[in-house]
C-alpha cells in the first residue's frame, strides 16, 4: 500500500507497490484517476518497509494497459525514487532497508 504524504481531505491510499520495485525505485500500480488524489510529478509519497515510513519522490508515470477477467483496464505505472525515512531530530534523510 502506498499514500500520499500529507494528502488531500479523504484520498490516502494512491495505489500498491508494483512487480519490479528495486532497492531504489518503487513502481507503484494505480488508477487514472490517481491524479485526483494529489499523484503527481515532484509528490512525495509514504510506504512501508519494516513497519516504518519511507518516503519517496514522484519521478515519472506511464500508462499501461492490462487485462483482467473482466476485460481491459488502464493501470497506471507510477515510478519514485526512494529518498528515506525523515529524522526530525537529525534534519535529514536516513537509509532504509
Known amino acids: 500500500m502506498v499514500e500520499v504524504s500529507d494528502p488531500p481531505q479523504g484520498a490516502p491510499i494512491v495505489g500498491f507497490v508494483g512487480e519490479g520495485t528495486t532497492l531504489a525505485d518503487l513502481l507503484i500500480d494505480t488508477a487514472p484517476m490517481a491524479a485526483d488524489a494529489g499523484l503527481q510529478e515532484g509528490r512525495l509519497v509514504v510506504a512501508s518497509i519494516s513497519g516504518r515510513d519511507v518516503l519517496y519522490q514522484i519521478t515519472e508515470a506511464l500508462i499501461a494497459g492490462q487485462r483482467a477477467d473482466a476485460g481491459p483496464r ?7 525514487l526512494k529518498l528515506g525515512i525523515w529524522s526530525e531530530h537529525h534534519t535529514v534523510f536516513e537509509n532504509a532497508a
Not at 488502464?74 to 519514485?80: E, G
Open 74 to 80: 488502464d493501470v497506471v505505472r507510477v515510478t519514485a
